[in-house]
């Protein structure tokens, strides 16, 4: 993550995410992805959303609802950039 190539980043969470050749951590994968959506990779935001929904406890209202606003956000963010800029590097996966 020193290297700031957002694009990696999201591979690296999620290798977390489905315990490709480490350890399945969410945790570890939600503060990757963080960090990734915070410097503008729109994948990032979207598994987040993602994450957020799978992960969180039935009775958890709150949590599935902000997973879903995110996901939503992120969604429309990444069709708008798709639009403007299909080949930037905010859509690299």
């Not at 957002?6 to 995410?17: D, G, K, N, Q, S």
């Not at 957020?52 to 996901?71: F, L, P, S």
Request: with cysteine; glycine share 8%; net charge positive.
């Amino acid at each position: 993550m020193d290297r700031d190539y957002t694009p990696a980043m999201y591979r690296l969470a999620e290798m977390y995410v489905k315990g490709w050749s480490v350890e399945v951590d969410f945790e570890r994968a939600k503060d990757i992805l963080k960090v990734a959506a915070k410097r503008g990779h729109l994948w990032s935001k979207l598994a987040i959303g993602a994450l957020m929904v799978n992960r969180a406890e039935k009775k958890d209202t709150w949590t599935i609802c902000k997973g879903g606003v995110i996901g939503v956000i992120a969604g429309m963010q990444i069709r708008y950039q798709t639009w403007r800029n299909p080949r930037g590097e905010r859509l690299k996966k």
